[in-house]
């Protein structure tokens, strides 16, 4: 991988208590609401790619991280996570405990400058932040492939390119938790899509049971 795109603009103020490391891992199975199952479907002949969706809750920044890890176990070079969610949802958080479960040392924040990050790991780690970016048309625009083959590539705001990601993908949208009193409370939705995940569909409910 060569040279990264540096792209002006505001530096976002993140919360749910992200800091550029993770920290420890405590274990913390959240409580599981009613109604909230794993739905997949695995295609058959002339049917669709493979699409998974899998709810989970987590308790706090630390569970985020702890939970992002676990997914960061069943992902690969060439995979490509797309976060979406508001300001302070933890998207950061995710990445920096599945960038620490992959290998990565160096510190992971919210660029502020840079828009692409090359994270020096076994598997290389890209980390892509296109809040308030504008007019941003083709991935040219980014100076890079940052969906290259040997790389996992982590896309925050990507629901803001949509239409520029790969079919092959894993979605994660944070939300904030439905009681107010609790700021912890962080519901995230996983949605694997295409038939690259079709063999790992399995593997991901699993290392995910602790929060769901």
Same mark, same amino acid.
Do not use: N
């Given at each position: 991988?060569?040279?990264?795109?540096?792209?002006?603009?505001?530096?976002?103020?993140?919360?749910?208590? @992200?800091?550029?490391?993770?920290?420890?891992?405590?274990?913390?199975?959240?409580?599981t609401?009613?109604?909230r199952?794993?739905?997949?479907?695995?295609?058959?002949?002339?049917?669709?790619?493979?699409?998974?969706?899998i !709810?989970?809750?987590?308790?706090?920044?630390?569970?985020?991280?702890?939970?992002?890890?676990?997914?960061?176990?069943?992902?690969?070079?060439?995979?490509?996570?797309?976060?979406?969610?508001?300001?302070?949802?933890?998207?950061? @958080?995710?990445?920096?405990?599945?960038?620490?479960?992959?290998?990565?040392?160096?510190?992971?924040?919210?660029?502020?400058?840079?828009?692409?990050?090359?994270?020096p790991? !076994?598997?290389?780690?890209?980390?892509?932040?296109?809040?308030?970016?504008?007019?941003?048309?083709?991935?040219?625009?980014?100076g890079?492939?940052?969906?290259?083959?040997?790389?996992?590539?982590?896309?925050?705001?990507?629901?803001?390119?949509?239409?520029?990601?790969?079919?092959?993908?894993?979605?994660?949208?944070?939300?904030?938790?439905?009681?107010?009193?609790?700021?912890?409370?962080?519901?995230?939705?996983?949605?694997?899509?295409? !038939?690259?995940?079709? !063999?790992r569909?399995?593997?991901?409910?699993?290392? @995910?049971?602790?929060?769901?």
């Amino acid at each position: 991988m060569g040279g990264w795109a540096a792209v002006p603009r505001p530096a976002p103020s993140y919360g749910h208590g @992200c800091s550029s490391r993770p920290g420890g891992r405590p274990p913390g199975p959240a409580s599981t609401p009613e109604g909230r199952r794993v739905a997949h479907h695995l295609p058959g002949r002339g049917e669709a790619p493979v699409s998974s969706r899998i !709810p989970l809750t987590t308790t706090s920044p630390e569970d985020t991280r702890v939970a992002a890890a676990a997914i960061a176990s069943v992902l690969r070079a060439g995979d490509v996570v797309a976060l979406s969610g508001d300001l302070g949802a933890g998207k950061t @958080c995710f990445v920096q405990g599945a960038a620490d479960r992959l290998g990565v040392r160096l510190p992971v924040t919210s660029p502020t400058f840079v828009l692409v990050k090359l994270l020096p790991a !076994p598997v290389p780690v890209v980390h892509v932040d296109v809040y308030r970016l504008e007019r941003l048309r083709s991935l040219d625009d980014l100076g890079e492939d940052v969906f290259a083959p040997d790389v996992v590539t982590f896309v925050e705001w990507a629901d803001t390119i949509r239409a520029l990601l790969p079919e092959d993908r894993l979605e994660v949208a944070l939300a904030h938790g439905d009681d107010p009193a609790d700021e912890q409370v962080r519901l995230l939705t996983l949605h694997a899509h295409g !038939p690259r995940w079709a !063999p790992r569909i399995e593997a991901l409910e699993q290392v @995910c049971q602790p929060w769901v």
